[in-house]
């Protein structure tokens, strides 16, 4: 079973930056077989998909409301996923959750879109955007 826990999360002004860190560990494939997302939930609101990085870190997606503000970036030799946010608004303030997918595909470039496909969860951390 993969664990996964966030660090990195805060309080900072808007238009100001922060980067999210996500180590995995005690999974039962390497991390290497995993696409990791981050997903963020503010209060009232559905979880939603903010990035995701697929197992060799070429192929990416993200959010059209974070697109050219966020980067999201692995280091598979250190289990660890990072989400780098800037120019960050208000409206981003949310908790921010990392997630694993287990995939199997055979060039590592896959990853999924679907909150359910994403089968390991950490525990979530607060960022919060002051105007």
């Known amino acids: 079973q993969m664990q996964l826990v966030e660090s990195g999360g805060g309080l900072v002004q808007a238009g100001g930056s922060l980067s999210l860190s996500c180590v995995a560990s005690g999974g039962t494939f390497p991390f290497t077989y995993y696409a990791m997302g981050w997903f963020r939930q503010a209060p009232g609101n559905e979880r939603e998909l903010v990035s995701v990085i697929a197992r060799n870190g070429d192929m990416t997606f993200y959010a059209d409301s974070v697109k050219g503000r966020f980067t999201i970036s692995r280091d598979n030799a250190k289990n660890t996923v990072y989400l780098r946010m800037s120019v960050l608004k208000p409206e981003d303030t949310a908790v921010y959750y990392c997630?694993?997918?287990?995939?199997?595909?055979?060039?590592?470039?896959?990853?999924?879109?679907?909150?359910?496909?994403?089968?390991?969860w950490g525990q979530g951390i607060q960022v919060t955007v002051s105007s």
């Open positions: 997630a694993g997918d287990y995939t199997a595909d055979r060039y590592g470039d896959y990853y999924s879109r679907t909150r359910s496909d994403y089968k390991y």
